[in-house]
Structures are given as C-alpha cells and as structure tokens.
C-alpha cells in the first residue's frame, strides 16, 4: 500500500483511494491537484482523469477541488477502514460533470450546479430543461488577481436546448410540515415597537456584513449563525466555539457567562413554515450551553440595518447591552461594504461599588473551512489543517487576533484558494484597560477555567500551525473597571478579509467548467485585514454616526410601523450571500440563495425588475448592473434582445453569441419580455438618480434597439401585442394583457423622455404617438368588465392564462410610471377599481397548504392574498403557472405601493400588515423574505414605500446646476416625518399644515451629502411671500418668488441655489397667515 499524497504517511488522517486495481492512501484535507499528481504517480499513468460515482449509474469528473469535496461525501467506513472508489476517465462508463445529464444531452440539475433533487429550478416535466453539459475547459488568469486574460478568449460553443425556462417550482422539498390540519398560531405582540422576545426569537436571524461581502447573522439566541464570510453561500453553516462571555467581580464575587440563551433550544411542539430553516439551532450551540453557563433569555430590538441586544434577568450585577452593526450609509459604497461588524457592549454599573468587568470574545480559526462541510468534535474539519493565530498590536488601543491557514494558497505558482484569507477578533482598549489573550487552542473548558480564574487569560496556548483536519480556537478579552452608578462601552471587531471568490455557481452555456477568479472588490479598497480594521477603528465615530442616522432617519417617522419595517428590512438582500460585489468594481446577484448555493445566476432582468433598495441607496453599483445589461457586447443582441441572466467574468462569450442568427426561440425564458422593458425602465431611473447625461446616451443605443425591435416585431401596431411574452412567471404568456402591455406603455413613455435628452425630437414623437395609440387599444381590450383589468386570451394559444382573474401583478407597468414620474399610464379610475377588487377578491385571512400549487408557502397561521383569483373561485387548468400562491412579499410589497399612489391607504397598510407578521420571527426570520431561495431580491421593491409615502418629485434643472425638489405627503400629511434620498443626499422631511394647508412649516435636514435645490414645491396653498420665511441652518435665506402653480403645489423659486448639508442643515418653511 503506497503512502499518503504529499509523501507523508497521516495516520487516522488518510483514507484509501481504490482505483484500477490499486489502493493508496490519500490525505482528504490535500488539494485535488496535488492529490491528482500523486494518484497519477502512484498508477503510473501521467494525464489519466479520475472520476467518482455520483449516483447509482453516472460518474463525475474530478476537476476541481469542490467536485473533489462533492467526491471526498462519497467515503465508505467499513470498521475502523475509510475508503473511496474511483474510476479512471477511460473505462466504459457514462460520465457527468459533476452532475447528470438526460438523454438529450442536457443537464438535469436545472440552474442551479447541484443534483435535480436539490435544485432550486428543476423545470417540470413538460418543459424543456434549461441546462446544459460541460461546453469545454476554461483556463484561470496567469496572475489570478487579473480580472481580463486572452486565457477566456478560447471559447467553445455550449449546447442549447431551444424552449428553455428556467424554473422555480420545485425549489423545495415541499414535504409538507404542516399538513391541512391548522397548527398552533403565535404572533409577535411587540412587532409595532421592532422588538423580539420569547417565541418570537426562534426564527429571528438578523444577517450584518458589507454590500456583496459576506455576512455573519445575530440569532434569537443572542449568539452568530449564518457564517457566510469564505465566499460559499450557507444559510445554515456554523463556525463552534465562537462566542461572547462576560466576567463580573464586585464585592469579592465573581460570576461568569455566555452571553447566549437555550430558552428555545427545545422545538418541542414548533410547527416550522414551509422552506424555512431560520428556526434551526445549530447542534453546536446546544454543545456549548450544555458545557458552559449561560444566560436565561434575551431580547432583541431590530431597526435594521442596527440590532440591539439586552440580556435581561441574568443574575449579573451589571446591565449589558448590546448593539451590533456595520457600516451602512446609502450613497457611499465604498464605506458600506467594509467586510467588518462592530459590536458596541454598554455595561451599566447600578451598585454602590465599583466592578471589574471582562468581555469575552471565543473565536475559531475557520480560515480553510468551505462553509459548508461539518465541523465536528469542536475544531476538525476536513479542511482544516495549517491553521495560525497571531497576536496583532494595531496601534495603541487596538489589539487583534489575527487568524490564518498557511496551507492553501500557492501565489508563486498561481494558485489561489477561494476559502484562503484571513479573519480578526479585535478589541480597542483605554487607558488602564487590560487586554488579554489566550492565542491558540481547542478545549473550551481549558479556555474557560482560565477565563474565570483570578488571572485571566494569560499565554498563547498550543503552539504552531494546526494539524490536518484540525483548526485551533481563540480567545481574546479586556477587563475594565467600571465606577458604581456608572456605565461605558467596550467595543470588539469581528472582520474578515477572503480576496480569492471563485465562480462556484453554474452558468447558463457554461455549467460546471472549472472555477474561475472574479475577486470581491473589498479586497481592492482594503488590501489586507489590518488596514481594513485599522481604517474602521480611525473612521469608528462618522461611521457609527451616520449608520445610526440612516436608522434613525427611517425609524424615527411619523410613518405606520409596518411599512418601515417593510422598506427598512428589505435593504438586507444587498449585504446577504444573494449579492456579489466582484473584484471588477461591478454588483452581481443571484435571484436568492439556496441553503448551500445560490439560486438562478446572475443578474436576473425580471426578477430585479422590483428592486429598488440598491439603485436608491447605493445608485453606483445599480449603474453597473445596467453597463452590463446594456453595453455593447454583453447582454443585447444585435438583433434588440437582452438576455434574461449574465455569466461571469464578462470575458466569456455572452450565451446569445452562440444562438442562430443571435436569436432564440419567442418563447424560452432566456429572453424575458418584462426584463427586457424593465431594462429600458431601469436605464431611465438611473439617469434620474444621479448617472448624469453622459451615461444615459452611452446606453441609449441599446435600450434604443430593444424598443424598435417591440415596435416593429412584438407590436400588432396598435400598441398591444399577443406573440409569446415570456416573463418572471417562468413560462410564455400570450394575448393581450396589461402585465406585459403596461410596462410596455411605459416604457414607451420612458423613451419619449430619453429621446428628447438625446435631443431626437422626431423619435420621441414616435414612442409619444405609439404610446397614445397602444393605452387606448390596451385599455379597451382588457377592461371589459367595467371592474378590473383581464387578458384577452389568444384563441390559438390558451395556454398559462390569467384570463378573467384578478391578478395581483397586471398593474407593475403603472406602478413603474409613478415611481418615473410618468403619470398615469391607464386611466386612474379604471386602475382604482383595479387594485379594490383584487384586494377584495384575492385577500385570504388564512391559507390551505394544499390549495397552493405548485409551491406552498403560506398556512393556516398567515393571512396575505392569492396572485389570482377566477370570479368562480376554481383555477382552469391552463392557468399561469404560479398563480394558486400566495402572493410573495414581493408581489405584495410592490402592490401596497400601488395602493398608496392610487390612495388607498389603508388597503396597503393591511397588505404589509400581513406581510410583516408572516415574517415576525415566530416561524419566519423578519430579514429574510424568500421565494426561489432565501433572501429574495424580489421584496426590495419594498424600499420605494419611503418615496412613496413621501411624495417626493424631482428634476434636474440644468441651466440652475440645482434640483426641482418637492413633497407631498400621502400618509399624514398634516403632521409628517420621514425619510427621503435624492441622487446626492438623502435625510429627513417633515411638515406641518392646518386642515387647509394656508400655514404650517416644512423643514428638510440633509444627514448625508449636499443638496442642491433651485426650485421647492410644497403642498401649501398660501403663495403669500410676505407670510413665507425661509431659513438654511439659523440663517434666513431670500426667495424670489411664489406661486401656486399648475401642478397643485406652492412653488418657491430661489434667487440662489440652497446648498443644503449636514453642517447647515435644515432648511425650514415657515408660512403663516394673517390675523
């Protein structure tokens, strides 16, 4: 028997590799080229391929380290022997790459890189499968921090399968957890207040990291879960043994603790929701509070993007509190996507003595860990091996634990690790503090017996690098003294640094070829983990003051509480594993996130036609997404179709490059309908939120091409259409309808306002006449019941209908038109009548599992609506798929703000009502709202509540160099507060009016950024200038006129700009009448 790869016999580390014959003894934690090397060596054959057997017929070829692991879940133990079998790529047997392919050749994984059974996008049977097999190998840059190498030049062609959807139906397994048997129901009481406590914190998951960067989630039990930080997506991945704990000596005694609760580790009696595993305790944890004392509860207050955690009854004499965040501060990227958290413990002192106080941080060495593998026994894992802590003194005040694995990159020939990087623990100290740490070991009750005793931690423990499969923990502390009847702040880092993402994610043409190096951009911005901990604890004090201020300035409203909470929350997506910020300075998303993969790559136009969240707060990154859709060579064909997903590195040939004449079939999903209008939508909200002219006319020609290709092929010429629409729905509509037809119109629209920035007169004369002619025919052949929109079903195609149903999304046209400022884009009235009746019909207070088809999300305990609903109550059989759900968060999100634009408010309050509760952590974490996977981009487009319910309008007035800026209130508008973004500052708007709006005040602050307003319109009916002050700070500010005009406002024209900022702020309306 031959010795383990590497030349070095590992003992109870190695495992046997049986393959032609031989048997030889392998060390699983080794890479797969090194091992493949050896393996070859060791049969004497040179360049043979291995691969594994992945299911009872097919194997796989080994070609990279993840299918290496895939293989390495294969092992057999037999008695104390583990072994593997393998086969050589030569032998007489069907090979997959890494996953199956049918007999047509294409990959049954649907679009996802994992077996059909796990996929997220599994197509049913009777459509077409969407993936394909391996389309040949790619190299990886030569300098694999390059992000552009000829290497991807060399491109062959993937195989296409023609009507290709990609499919959500059976993103889960739907095995019921619930049944038609109506369990226990258990609401939140404190939602209003954002506050969790008791059953209330079983789901509750609050998800902290950068914009695209990794994240590291505070669970109900007041501990970390969800270790998303190496560039893997694992919602449930675990790292043990890291954690906080306090010391307390006053009077002579001395108590210690983990600052984390098992109130609700029993699940005893817990009815889980469908799809969700936020409820799901790691058993590590369990572990951990069974060996060391905990605390009896905890309680939370969530106003995201901040957590606050107390711990109450702990039997401690000192109060703590927590407070845990990273930065996040709309418009400045750079600074919201620091790869850090910050944790802020207040101790309160309330006795007569003084008290000695010490914090605790427990933290594992995960650096190697693939994020999803388990880890065992406290520190083994696979991956590990080669593990370091080093004692870091960043500055005076600033101490870190800097953890590391010396075993896995390879920079001198080119190899690169993507779980390779590094992770710190950190404390900043004070004058007489004491920080303490104990550098590397793996026995907690060790650690612990040191903790308590009168010295502390106090050495560097076990010395070296880990062994293989072994990882070493740490331990870092600070001790203060804290006066009686006093309180103080000790503040830790937790950070991590991983540069080397790999695409690890299977690709529409380009599925399961190896990995390639796209990079995370923070790695650009902060080299290294200490200039990234060291740039934080510099920036701490305007960092933590304006992530507080963007909290406050969405919490601290006169708004209802449930739409807060809804458009607050849904900014957590963007700093989710859903989001990728690449090394080439571009955002790439994922629809959403499977447990162990994420969902649907890249970039999805129909789905990303609801967000909102990231072109409002951060307008920059959204503007990449559109380079991509809309710059020459990417996504538009040449013959005016934009595909519906992106591969990346861009250096791949586009999948459309390789379709005949650059076309596909009308009907496959990888050209969506409404992706595409929403990329015309998309191209114009960018310019109004800041991109600036030169931007809208780099990407005018495509959105250009995109619209006389639906004027002159997809338009009947009367503005309608009735060809294939294939959309978000995951299948082709057809026949006319106002879900296609009135985004359509408004893109029409759009375009008119686009052609005139490009000063072609003549061509927004063509889009404003088309757009004439097709509202009139759209609203004649669809309002025909005189009480809401329907299809008119195509005779010769009556197929995936929505018919005479209310349906839930047939008005995502109009709601785009008021968030463009387009206006009406069919008749108000007709629009009203609309929304009333699908609330009115489609509303449920309660859901039969079985009754949603093809995935259940909702049961008995949650109320929200149906997506359709027929006037006699039973679906057709043709129905468009999906329509027998509940309508997603997304879908609901979006409708309670076309409510609010048609003025039915308290209809939209009761639609987010619904929503919240079915998310208010009793069986359903509040920050994750899924569909096709966790974390769901769809409900972003709660964000645009805010714009909403402000009234906000705006314009560039170019020959000022200013803003039209204006506000009208939808939601109390006689005593109003809340927030508003603009494309160059973002704060607070309040105003206060008598019954008709003659008086009152109306103030603007700017927290962030400068505002330039030449122009302010207000809901004010007294153009009265000598009862109007203005003032800019405590300083007056001349107006030099006012009128009422035709729009309904009190219009002030400024003989000067109002620069407004966050060192002169507010700027403040007074206007006052006569006695």
Same mark, same amino acid.
């Given at each position: 028997?031959?010795?383990?790869?590497?030349?070095?016999?590992?003992?109870?580390?190695?495992?046997?590799?049986?393959?032609?014959?031989?048997?030889?003894?392998?060390?699983?934690?080794?890479?797969?080229?090194?091992?493949?090397?050896?393996?070859?060596?060791?049969?004497?054959?040179?360049?043979?391929?291995?691969?594994?057997?992945?299911?009872?017929?097919?194997?796989?070829?080994?070609?990279?380290?993840?299918?290496?692991?895939?293989?390495?879940?294969?092992?057999?133990?037999?008695?104390?022997?583990?072994?593997?079998?393998?086969?050589?790529?030569?032998?007489?047997?069907?090979?997959?790459?890494?996953?199956?392919?049918?007999?047509?050749?294409?990959?049954?994984?649907?679009?996802?890189?994992?077996?059909?059974?796990?996929?997220?996008?599994?197509?049913?049977?009777?459509?077409?499968?969407?993936?394909?097999?391996?389309?040949?190998?790619?190299?990886?840059?030569?300098?694999?921090?390059?992000?552009?190498?000829?290497?991807?030049?060399? +491109?062959?062609?993937?195989?296409?399968?023609?009507?290709?959807?990609?499919?959500?139906?059976?993103?889960?397994?739907?095995?019921?957890?619930?049944?038609?048997?109506?369990?226990?129901?258990?609401?939140?009481?404190?939602?209003?207040?954002?506050?969790?406590?008791?059953?209330?914190?079983?789901?509750?998951?609050?998800?902290?990291?950068?914009?695209?960067?990794?994240?590291?989630?505070?669970?109900?039990?007041?501990?970390?879960?969800?270790?998303?930080?190496?560039?893997?997506?694992?919602?449930?991945?675990?790292?043990?043994?890291?954690?906080?704990?306090?010391?307390?000596?006053?009077?002579?005694?001395?108590?210690?603790?983990?600052?984390?609760?098992?109130?609700?580790?029993?699940?005893?009696?817990?009815?889980?929701?469908?799809?969700?595993?936020?409820?799901?305790?790691?058993?590590?944890?369990?572990?951990?509070?069974?060996?060391?004392?905990?605390?009896?509860?905890?309680?939370?207050?969530?106003?995201?993007?901040?957590?606050?955690?107390?711990?109450?009854?702990?039997?401690?004499?000192?109060?703590?509190?927590?407070?845990?965040?990273?930065?996040?501060?709309?418009?400045?990227?750079?600074?919201?996507?620091?790869?850090?958290?910050?944790?802020?413990?207040?101790?309160?002192?309330?006795?007569?003595?003084?008290?000695?106080?010490?914090?605790?941080?427990?933290?594992?060495?995960?650096?190697?860990?693939?994020?999803?593998?388990?880890?065992?026994?406290?520190?083994?894992?696979?991956?590990?091996?080669?593990?370091?802590?080093?004692?870091?003194?960043?500055?005076?005040?600033?101490?870190?634990?800097?953890?590391?694995?010396?075993?896995?990159?390879?920079?001198?020939?080119?190899?690169?690790?993507?779980?390779?990087?590094?992770?710190?623990?950190?404390?900043?100290?004070?004058?007489?503090?004491?920080?303490?740490?104990?550098?590397?070991?793996?026995?907690?009750?060790?650690?612990?017996?040191?903790?308590?005793?009168?010295?502390?931690?106090?050495?560097?423990?076990?010395?070296?690098?880990?062994?293989?499969?072994?990882?070493?923990?740490?331990?870092?502390?600070?001790?203060?003294?804290?006066?009686?009847?006093?309180?103080?702040?000790?503040?830790?880092?937790?950070?991590?640094?991983?540069?080397?993402?790999?695409?690890?994610?299977?690709?529409?043409?380009?599925?399961?070829?190896?990995?390639?190096?796209?990079?995370?951009?923070?790695?650009?911005?902060?080299?290294?983990?200490?200039?990234?901990?060291?740039?934080?604890?510099?920036?701490?004090?305007?960092?933590?003051?304006?992530?507080?201020?963007?909290?406050?300035?969405?919490?601290?409203?006169?708004?209802?509480?449930?739409?807060?909470?809804?458009?607050?929350?849904?900014?957590?997506?963007?700093?989710?594993?859903?989001?990728?910020?690449?090394?080439?300075?571009?955002?790439?998303?994922?629809?959403?996130?499977?447990?162990?993969?994420?969902?649907?790559?890249?970039?999805?136009?129909?789905?990303?036609?609801?967000?909102?969240?990231?072109?409002?707060?951060?307008?920059?990154?959204?503007?990449?997404?559109?380079?991509?859709?809309?710059?020459?060579?990417?996504?538009?064909?040449?013959?005016?179709?934009?595909?519906?997903?992106?591969?990346?590195?861009?250096?791949?040939?586009?999948?459309?490059?390789?379709?005949?004449?650059?076309?596909?079939?009308?009907?496959?999903?990888?050209?969506?309908?409404?992706?595409?209008?929403?990329?015309?939508?998309?191209?114009?909200?960018?310019?109004?939120?800041?991109?600036?002219?030169?931007?809208?006319?780099?990407?005018?020609?495509?959105?250009?091409?995109?619209?006389?290709?639906?004027?002159?092929?997809?338009?009947?010429?009367?503005?309608?259409?009735?060809?294939?629409?294939?959309?978000?729905?995951?299948?082709?509509?057809?026949?006319?309808?106002?879900?296609?037809?009135?985004?359509?119109?408004?893109?029409?629209?759009?375009?008119?306002?686009?052609?005139?920035?490009?000063?072609?007169?003549?061509?927004?004369?063509?889009?404003?006449?088309?757009?004439?002619?097709?509202?009139?025919?759209?609203?004649?052949?669809?309002?025909?019941?005189?009480?809401?929109?329907?299809?008119?079903?195509?005779?010769?195609?009556?197929?995936?209908?929505?018919?005479?149903?209310?349906?839930?999304?047939?008005?995502?046209?109009?709601?785009?038109?008021?968030?463009?400022? +387009?206006?009406?884009?069919?008749?108000?009235?007709?629009?009203?009548?609309?929304?009333?009746?699908?609330?009115?019909?489609?509303?449920?207070?309660?859901?039969?599992?079985?009754?949603?088809?093809?995935?259940?999300?909702?049961?008995?305990?949650?109320?929200?609506?149906?997506?359709?609903?027929?006037?006699?109550?039973?679906?057709?059989?043709?129905?468009?798929?999906?329509?027998?759900?509940?309508?997603?968060?997304?879908?609901?999100?979006?409708?309670?703000?076309?409510?609010?634009?048609?003025?039915?408010?308290?209809?939209?309050?009761?639609?987010?009502?619904?929503?919240?509760?079915?998310?208010?952590?009793?069986?359903?974490?509040?920050?994750?709202?899924?569909?096709?996977?966790?974390?769901?981009?769809?409900?972003?487009?709660?964000?645009?509540?805010?714009?909403?319910?402000?009234?906000?309008?705006?314009?560039?007035?170019?020959?000022?160099?200013?803003?039209?800026?204006?506000?009208?209130?939808?939601?109390?508008?006689?005593?109003?507060?809340?927030?508003?973004?603009?494309?160059?500052?973002?704060?607070?708007?309040?105003?206060?009016?008598?019954?008709?709006?003659?008086?009152?005040?109306?103030?603007?602050?700017?927290?962030?950024?400068?505002?330039?307003?030449?122009?302010?319109?207000?809901?004010?009916?007294?153009?009265?200038?000598?009862?109007?002050?203005?003032?800019?700070?405590?300083?007056?500010?001349?107006?030099?006129?006012?009128? +009422?005009?035709?729009?309904?406002?009190?219009? +002030?024209?400024?003989?000067?700009?109002?620069?407004?900022?966050?060192?002169?702020?507010?700027?403040?309306?007074?206007?006052?009448?006569?006695?």
């Amino acid at each position: 028997m031959a010795s383990a790869a590497g030349g070095e016999n590992v003992g109870s580390g190695t495992i046997e590799v049986r393959v032609a014959g031989s048997t030889l003894l392998v060390n699983p934690a080794e890479r797969w080229t090194k091992t493949c090397q050896y393996l070859q060596k060791g049969l004497n054959k040179p360049g043979v391929v291995f691969a594994y057997r992945s299911t009872d017929s097919n194997y796989a070829l080994i070609t990279s380290d993840s299918v290496w692991k895939h293989a390495l879940d294969t092992i057999v133990q037999t008695g104390p022997t583990r072994f593997l079998n393998l086969r050589l790529a030569s032998d007489d047997a069907k090979y997959e790459s890494s996953t199956s392919t049918d007999g047509q050749g294409a990959s049954s994984t649907g679009c996802c890189s994992k077996p059909a059974a796990s996929s997220c996008c599994a197509p049913p049977e009777d459509i077409k499968k969407c993936c394909h097999p391996i389309a040949g190998e790619f190299s990886k840059p030569k300098d694999a921090r390059s992000l552009v190498s000829d290497d991807w030049s060399v +491109l062959q062609p993937p195989v296409f399968t023609g009507d290709e959807c990609f499919k959500c139906e059976k993103m889960f397994d739907t095995e019921s957890p619930v049944g038609d048997t109506a369990p226990p129901k258990v609401s939140n009481p404190n939602l209003p207040q954002y506050k969790y406590a008791g059953e209330a914190l079983r789901a509750c998951q609050l998800p902290l990291g950068p914009i695209g960067g990794g994240v590291i989630a505070v669970g109900g039990d007041g501990g970390l879960r969800q270790w998303q930080v190496v560039n893997e997506v694992s919602h449930n991945g675990h790292v043990p043994d890291s954690f906080w704990a306090i010391k307390t000596e006053v009077g002579g005694k001395t108590q210690c603790k983990v600052l984390q609760s098992d109130a609700l580790y029993d699940d005893k009696g817990f009815v889980p929701a469908y799809h969700i595993t936020d409820h799901i305790v790691p058993p590590a944890s369990i572990e951990l509070l069974k060996a060391l004392p905990g605390i009896p509860e905890v309680e939370i207050t969530a106003k995201y993007p901040v957590v606050e955690v107390d711990y109450p009854n702990t039997g401690l004499p000192v109060d703590v509190h927590m407070t845990a965040w990273n930065p996040c501060i709309p418009l400045d990227q750079n600074r919201s996507g620091i790869p850090i958290i910050i944790f802020d413990f207040e101790i309160t002192n309330n006795t007569g003595e003084d008290a000695q106080v010490t914090l605790l941080n427990s933290q594992q060495n995960m650096v190697g860990w693939d994020g999803q593998s388990p880890i065992t026994n406290g520190v083994n894992n696979r991956n590990y091996g080669g593990n370091s802590n080093a004692l870091a003194k960043l500055n005076d005040n600033l101490t870190a634990i800097d953890m590391f694995n010396t075993s896995l990159s390879d920079p001198d020939n080119n190899h690169y690790d993507s779980h390779d990087g590094h992770f710190a623990s950190c404390v900043a100290s004070e004058d007489n503090d004491v920080v303490s740490s104990l550098l590397q070991f793996y026995s907690l009750e060790t650690m612990w017996e040191l903790f308590t005793s009168e010295a502390g931690l106090r050495d560097n423990g076990l010395h070296g690098p880990s062994p293989v499969g072994r990882t070493w923990d740490s331990a870092l502390s600070l001790t203060r003294k804290v006066p009686a009847k006093s309180k103080t702040t000790i503040t830790f880092y937790l950070a991590w640094h991983f540069p080397h993402r790999m695409t690890n994610w299977g690709q529409p043409g380009y599925r399961n070829i190896s990995e390639m190096y796209v990079g995370n951009y923070y790695a650009h911005l902060y080299p290294d983990i200490n200039s990234l901990l060291k740039y934080t604890h510099d920036q701490i004090d305007d960092l933590r003051l304006l992530t507080m201020a963007f909290r406050d300035c969405m919490f601290d409203s006169t708004l209802p509480w449930q739409l807060i909470d809804s458009a607050a929350g849904r900014v957590s997506p963007i700093r989710s594993p859903t989001c990728m910020w690449l090394g080439d300075n571009r955002l790439y998303a994922f629809e959403g996130c499977r447990q162990t993969e994420g969902c649907c790559p890249l970039n999805c136009t129909h789905v990303w036609n609801y967000e909102q969240s990231l072109a409002n707060l951060w307008p920059v990154l959204e503007q990449t997404m559109r380079d991509v859709d809309l710059s020459a060579g990417h996504q538009v064909t040449p013959v005016g179709r934009l595909v519906s997903r992106i591969n990346v590195p861009l250096e791949l040939k586009p999948t459309w490059m390789y379709w005949d004449n650059y076309d596909t079939d009308l009907k496959s999903c990888y050209v969506c309908v409404d992706g595409e209008l929403g990329g015309v939508l998309k191209l114009y909200r960018e310019y109004r939120l800041g991109a600036g002219l030169g931007f809208l006319k780099t990407m005018w020609p495509a959105a250009k091409a995109i619209m006389n290709r639906w004027m002159t092929v997809n338009d009947q010429g009367d503005g309608t259409m009735k060809i294939a629409q294939p959309n978000t729905y995951d299948t082709a509509m057809y026949g006319v309808n106002t879900f296609i037809g009135a985004l359509y119109l408004c893109a029409l629209k759009a375009s008119e306002k686009m052609a005139l920035l490009d000063d072609d007169e003549e061509l927004a004369k063509t889009f404003a006449d088309r757009y004439a002619l097709g509202r009139q025919s759209l609203d004649s052949k669809c309002f025909t019941n005189s009480q809401w929109y329907t299809q008119q079903v195509d005779p010769e195609a009556q197929i995936k209908i929505v018919g005479e149903s209310t349906f839930v999304d047939c008005l995502l046209g109009q709601w785009w038109g008021y968030i463009l400022e +387009l206006g009406d884009i069919l008749p108000l009235d007709h629009c009203q009548s609309t929304v009333v009746n699908i609330f009115a019909r489609n509303h449920r207070d309660s859901f039969v599992p079985s009754e949603q088809s093809p995935r259940p999300f909702y049961d008995q305990r949650d109320a929200g609506m149906v997506i359709g609903c027929w006037p006699d109550g039973v679906p057709p059989p043709n129905r468009l798929t999906y329509t027998t759900e509940c309508a997603w968060t997304g879908l609901s999100h979006y409708f309670a703000g076309l409510c609010m634009y048609m003025g039915q408010n308290d209809i939209a309050m009761q639609v987010l009502e619904d929503a919240r509760y079915c998310y208010d952590g009793t069986r359903r974490s509040p920050w994750n709202e899924i569909e096709c996977g966790d974390h769901y981009s769809r409900p972003m487009c709660a964000f645009q509540l805010f714009a909403t319910a402000s009234g906000i309008t705006w314009e560039a007035l170019p020959d000022t160099g200013g803003l039209r800026v204006g506000f009208k209130p939808r939601i109390g508008p006689n005593n109003y507060r809340g927030f508003y973004n603009l494309p160059n500052a973002w704060g607070q708007f309040s105003q206060t009016a008598d019954d008709v709006f003659m008086s009152g005040t109306a103030q603007i602050t700017a927290a962030y950024g400068t505002l330039a307003i030449a122009q302010l319109w207000l809901p004010f009916q007294n153009a009265n200038l000598e009862q109007i002050a203005v003032e800019l700070g405590s300083k007056s500010f001349p107006v030099e006129s006012a009128e +009422l005009n035709t729009e309904g406002y009190l219009q +002030l024209n400024f003989s000067g700009l109002v620069q407004l900022n966050r060192t002169n702020t507010p700027l403040k309306v007074t206007i006052t009448t006569s006695e």
